[in-house]
């Protein structure tokens, strides 16, 4: 996220002023970027389901849930969680995402070679996964709430999931795909309504 807001601080001001507006204007940010990725997720889901061919996207296909290292779908009790470890998960499932895109991509331009479009939201979903996962990391530590700390990226599990869909054959690395596509809309889904909790008018 910009820092522009640091910028409009006078170094002469009281320090007794309040930091919350600050704080607010941070929460606010990032819930409106979580609101548009989530609008692109719903794009990439609709796009990779396009260009997969039958049976992906016919009436009352229902392709199997995978397991997915390192990454699963928010769990049921998640909305009863306190707000700070929600995003605490939401930021971890969004640290995940992006070398799981990467793999989904590299696979996709062996399949789908001409699908452009498609390449192309998948490598602007990992970038914006970083992207939104280093805002909510940002809105921990204003907040005043432990984070995660430096994590490396988890590798060995897309290197995993890479290989599976090497092995596999076509439809299940079509599935994982998928899978992988529905998981990045449901964490970002998630994370604009659990920063909906914080933002200024949000439910209390």
């Given at each position: 996220?910009?820092?522009?807001e640091g910028s409009l601080e006078d170094p002469q001001a009281d320090s007794s002023i309040s930091p919350l507006p600050h704080l607010e204007s941070k929460i606010q940010q990032t819930h409106s970027l979580a609101r548009l990725l989530t609008k692109y997720a719903e794009q990439l889901l609709q796009e990779y389901v396009q260009h997969q061919g039958d049976p992906f996207g016919l009436p009352g296909f229902s392709p199997p849930r995978l397991p997915v290292a390192d990454l699963s779908a928010p769990a049921p009790g998640h909305a009863g969680l306190p707000v700070p470890e929600r995003l605490r998960l939401d930021e971890a499932a969004l640290a995940a995402l992006p070398p799981l895109l990467d793999v989904v991509r590299r696979r996709q331009a062996e399949l789908n070679p001409r699908a452009l479009r498609l390449l192309?939201?998948?490598e602007d979903a990992a970038r914006q996964a970083r992207a939104l996962g280093a805002a909510v990391e940002a809105v921990l530590a204003a907040l005043g709430a432990?984070?995660?700390g430096p994590q490396p990226e988890p590798a060995a599990a897309a290197a995993a999931i890479a290989a599976a869909t090497v092995t596999a054959g076509v439809f299940p690395a079509k599935v994982l795909g998928l899978r992988?596509?529905?998981?990045?809309?449901e964490w970002v889904s998630r994370t604009e309504a659990d920063l909906g909790q914080l933002a200024p008018g949000g439910p209390a």
């Open positions: 996220m910009s820092r522009r192309r939201r998948l432990e984070t995660r992988v596509c529905g998981l990045y809309r």
